[in-house]
C-alpha cells in the first residue's frame, strides 16, 4: 500500500512564502501523477495543483503564478513552493498521489495526512 508523509507546514506572515514537501512510499508502485489539495475550516477540499511524472503541470486559478509544483521521479516526492502567500491561503494542505501498485499493476489513488499551512497578517 503507498503511503504518502507530507512535512514543511507552519505559520507565516502575508506575502511569505512556504514549501510543502511529500514523499510516497510503499513497494512495487509507480505513479502516474501527483497533486495538492487543500481544505479551509467550513470550506469542501479544493484542488490546488497537479504534475504528471513527465512534468507537466496545471494550477488552481486561486495560486497561478505563485504556487510552483514539483516532482522527484527518482524519490517519488513532490513539493509545492508557495510564495506571495494570502490569508485566504490558509488551509490543510493534503498530498496527493495516483499510480499503479503490485505484481498486478492495480490502480491506486493514496493521500497523505494533511500538512496545516495558517498566514497571518
Known amino acids: 500500500q503507498v503511503q504518502l508523509v507530507e512535512s514543511g507546514g507552519g505559520l507565516v506572515q502575508a506575502g511569505g512564502s512556504l514549501r510543502l514537501s511529500c514523499e510516497a512510499s510503499?513497494?512495487?508502485?509507480?505513479?502516474?501523477?501527483m497533486a495538492w489539495y487543500r481544505q479551509a475550516p467550513g470550506k469542501q477540499r479544493e484542488w490546488v495543483a497537479t504534475?504528471?511524472?513527465?512534468?507537466?503541470?496545471t494550477y488552481a486559478e486561486p495560486v497561478k503564478g505563485r504556487f510552483t509544483i514539483s516532482i522527484n521521479n527518482a524519490e517519488a516526492t513532490e513539493s509545492l513552493q508557495m510564495n506571495r502567500l494570502k490569508l485566504e491561503d490558509s488551509a490543510v494542505y493534503y498530498c496527493?498521489?495516483?499510480?499503479?501498485?503490485?505484481?498486478?499493476?492495480?490502480?491506486?489513488?493514496?493521500w497523505g495526512q494533511g500538512a496545516k499551512v495558517t498566514v497571518s497578517s
Open positions: 510503499g513497494s512495487a508502485f509507480s505513479i502516474n501523477s
Open positions: 496527493n498521489a495516483e499510480g499503479t501498485e503490485g505484481p498486478m499493476g492495480n490502480d491506486f489513488t493514496a
Open positions: 504534475i504528471t511524472i513527465d512534468g507537466r503541470t
